[in-house]
């Protein structure tokens, strides 16, 4: 803990001496108009930097110096382009504890989850360069007169805006794939966590991707994020973030007809039936859902559990709920952080409220934590005697936060599982495995665990249905969005 905090009070000390800028065509800039906000941790309110704040005529300067490199990007050898994003890798991987660090500060999350989340960011680029040679490949689909050759292009400069949970990650889940496949990129990173996007674009720089290749440009969603959407030369926009936004973006992207692809909300549930291995379930369980603060788009808020077992399981729950560790995210041994940002800590801090209006039980938690530094911390929750219908059941609350649902049989834990706006991920406990499998083919979310908690095979398909986004994720899914696919037909 002392070593974390030392190191952090270092990189702090720089951060706040310089800034955070835009990075435009190779150059850290501040805004044209002069304009700043201020960015505070979430641990203390304590000043972190004051940060550029972009609007439309950054946002220009950013996609134009995308536009510019595009060609010459699209064009590189894809052995080049591999080369250099393992070199970015590396860099990551070389500055990985200081990521770690300074998320940590910016956004609460425990440090026991944001070290891997920054060793994460270096496999994302690992994982996408491999791939940048075969990203072009296409297919072959003769006939007795012609040949039709099947290939793919980069589509051009896109957009990626980022939501403020592990936002180095996820900027880097978003933006790998676009530049493996030949895009250059403007980033509009969250206004609540701008820290560690300013240190990706320098990253990038240190492993020679070349200038204008990837642009940050910072601000608020309202003017820097709209500008972005609705630019006459970005060709798509890759989004991570709230339903609610991803609905604005496709309608202020409508005039431009921008490709979009949506990482949105969810309120995924876990289902344990009475044959369950009960202590793996509850294991996984606890983990889904009080891991990163909660803040966590596959977390899984619901709690459905067969009710033969739904007494016991909840108090077995209760009993670990209540045994979790809030405390400062660069302690080694903590848990819970303070959650992001006060409006969000208000937000969750709400729904305690709410669970006892509609009639449920806390079990546990249910109130503000006066954790060090007097952040924004909130107890771990456990709410029972829910029903789906209820507010606690139904909504995003996207923090420490886990409400109890019992169910009967097989068919009405399907019902109660798809009866939410969303449909990200689902997690089924039995040992029954055609059950398991039959549920799942029934589920309405757009990945499902069984028997296993959210462990992610880079290849595979990540995205959700309903609520919860447009597009998949991964594997060659990514190079599908960030690329036109083109036929090429010659006679024979
Ligand atoms: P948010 O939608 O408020 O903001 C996300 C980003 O969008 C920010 O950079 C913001 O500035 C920008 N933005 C806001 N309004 C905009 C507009 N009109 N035009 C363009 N950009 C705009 O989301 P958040 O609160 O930062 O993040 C939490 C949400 O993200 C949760 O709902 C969570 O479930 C979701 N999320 C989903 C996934 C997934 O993979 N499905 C992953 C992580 C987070």
């Known amino acids: 803990f002392a ?64 536009a510019k490199a595009f060609k010459s990007w699209r064009n590189l050898d894809p052995d080049k382009r591999r080369a250099i994003l393992h070199k970015v890798a590396d860099v990551i991987e070389a500055h990985a504890d200081d990521i770690a ?57 896109v957009g990626v805006i980022t939501p403020w949970n592990t936002p180095f990650m996820l900027s880097t889940w978003k ?22 996007a300013d240190l990706l674009p320098r990253l990038l720089a240190e492993a020679g991707v070349p200038e204008g290749v990837l642009n940050t440009v910072h601000g608020f969603g309202e003017d820097a994020g709209k500008a972005l959407t609705q630019h006459p030369a970005i060709k798509a926009i890759g989004f991570v973030g709230e339903s609610s936004t991803g609905s604005a973006i496709m ?16 309120k995924n549930p876990v289902i344990v039936f009475d044959d369950a291995d ?43 709920v209540r045994a979790l560790k809030v405390g400062h995210p660069l302690d080694p041994s903590t848990e819970i952080g303070p959650l992001i940002h006060e409006r969000h800590y208000s937000k969750v801090c709400s729904y305690f409220d709410i669970a006892r209006e509609d009639g449920a039980t806390i079990a546990a938690g249910g109130k503000p934590f006066a954790g060090p530094g007097g952040g ?33 049989d097989e068919q009405e834990a399907i019902a109660i599982a798809n009866d939410v706006n969303y449909g990200l991920t689902g997690y089924v406990w039995t040992r029954d495995m055609e059950r398991a499998l039959r549920v799942a083919d029934e589920l309405e979310a757009g ?13 595979t398909p990540f995205g959700g249905m309903k609520s919860s986004g447009i597009g998949r994720d991964g594997g060659d899914y990514s190079f599908d969005f960030y690329m036109e696919t083109k036929n090429i037909c010659l006679a024979k």
């Open 278 to 320: 009960l202590d793996r379930a509850l294991d996984a369980a606890i983990f889904m859902i009080y891991s990163l603060n909660g803040e966590r788009c596959t977390s899984s808020s619901r709690l459905l559990v067969q009710e033969g077992i739904a007494a016991e399981f909840s108090a077995r729950i209760a009993e670990r």
């Open 447 to 459: 990945m499902i665990w069984l028997n296993s908690e959210n462990v992610r095979h880079l290849p």
């Open 376 to 408: 924004f911390y909130v107890e771990p929750t456990l709410v029972t005697g829910a029903t789906n219908a209820m507010r606690v059941a139904q909504e995003e609350i996207f923090g420490p936060y886990l409400t109890v649902v019992p169910f009967k």
């Open 101 to 157: 660090l300074l998320e940590c500060v910016d956004t609460g999350q425990a440090h026991r989850f944001m070290a891997k989340a920054a060793v994460r960011g270096a496999e994302n680029f690992r994982f996408f360069a491999d791939r940048a040679p075969q990203a072009r490949d296409g297919l072959s689909l003769p006939t007795k007169d012609h040949w039709n050759v099947t290939t793919r292009v980069p589509i051009g400069p």
């Open 175 to 196: 933006i790998a794939p676009a530049l493996a496949a030949g895009c250059t990129v403007v980033h509009k990173p969250a206004e609540w966590s701008p820290v560690t």
């Open 251 to 266: 309608a202020q992207g409508s005039a431009t007809l921008k490709r979009v692809h949506f990482e949105l909300g969810g």
């Open 3 to 66: 070593a974390h905090r030392a190191r952090a009070e270092t990189l702090l000390a720089r951060l706040k001496a310089e800034g955070i800028g835009h990075h435009i065509a190779g150059k850290r800039v501040a805004s044209d108009s002069g304009k700043t906000f201020t960015t505070t941790s979430p641990i203390d309110r304590s000043v972190l930097a004051e940060v550029a704040r972009g609007d439309a005529a950054d946002i220009d300067k950013a996609a134009q110096a995308a």
